[in-house]
């Protein structure tokens, strides 16, 4: 049973359907995050989400951790990407099985509500601190971005996901760049769209970030690391040799090789953190870069993702084994309150 449960149950004398209903709405109290975490982030309230492959969603107020199901009205347990809108709700961008479809839904604060999508799209002219995803929601409707097909980089093998967008970054400035399936990487200024033409960008970008200079990064599955000189983006794993140049025949990590990019952050000390879907977390701190993996007490060495919240704890989201926190040398398995 959810704290608030108990805390309104124990208050007032009423029914036991009474009680299963208001243990429906609050969540169930648990003890540990399990599983395949695929975002993490922190809201406005200090409240920690984490978004899971299968087990919904897990909230975590600093001592009590409530996991959220379909059972309390999340549109799916396969939980993929979380993020708060500039009005305080918390959005979930889900994936309903076996259909294999998008559900979009936002949790209030106080129950979780399923917003259906224009199908029309939206294609320009948007506020880009209204994006959400791969949507943009106007405070009423929500519409899927559509990028302007003109990308320099072709795929004809995957015409059709070829523009899917897989991460979204709207920078200091106002800009929202857009990583692609395998399209590349789309700059929107509020007026034009721009495509860049390395192809190396072509394999699926994971990420894209803005350190706290105002360098921006993005990872992709394939070629790595790659940083924005401010008219191109340059590949950073390759210019430190840890780049894959076999990936396209053996895609499977090696140790030692920062190829396959899933998630990018800083720490509370500047250094830049690198989460792969192979080979663990790396760190660069503007001068080498050190890899951390099961070495350092990781379980597995695929991270979906990496965060750092207000007081400077790191997390590492896994493929499989829950959260770890990380404390610039090793890591540590998440248990609340502790």
Known sequence: ?????????????????????????????????????????????????????????YKYDGSTLINFTEKQ???????????????????FKTNVQPQDVDAICYFDGFAFKTIQPDTRGVWEGF??????????????????????????????????????????????????????????????????FRWFDNTELGAAIRDIYEDANGTIWAGNNGDGLFRFDGTHFINFSKEKNLQNPDFIRYPIGKPGIMSRVWKITEDAQGNL????????LWKYDGHSVTNFTAKEGLRIDAIWTVYTDTRGIVWVGTEGDGVYQFDGKAFKKFKPGL
């Not at 990028?147 to 059709?160: A, G, V, Y």
């Not at 899917?164 to 970054?169: E, P, V």
Request: net charge negative; glycine share 10%.
């Open 127 to 192: 506020r880009n601190e209204h994006v959400l995803f791969d949507y943009y929601f106007d405070g009423t409707s929500l519409s899927k971005i559509q990028l302007p097909q003109t990308s320099p980089i072709k795929n004809e093998e995957n015409k059709r996901h070829h523009y899917d967008i897989y991460s979204t970054c709207v920078d200091k400035s106002g800009n929202t760049w857009f990583g692609t399936c395998t399209a590349g990487i789309c700059k929107y200024d509020g007026k034009t």
């Open 273 to 280: 953190l690198v989460a792969t879907i192979d080979n663990g």
């Open 73 to 91: 009205g999340l549109a799916s347990n396969y939980v993929w990407m979380v993020q708060e809108h500039s009005n305080g709700t918390i959005w």
């Open 1 to 57: 049973m959810s704290f608030f449960a108990a805390q309104l149950i124990g208050q007032n004398p009423i029914s036991t359907e009474m009680q299963a209903s208001v243990q429906e709405l609050m969540g169930d109290t648990v003890s540990a995050i399990d599983g395949e975490i695929r975002g993490i982030v922190q809201d406005s309230k200090n409240n920690l989400w984490f978004a899971s492959n299968g087990n919904g969603v």
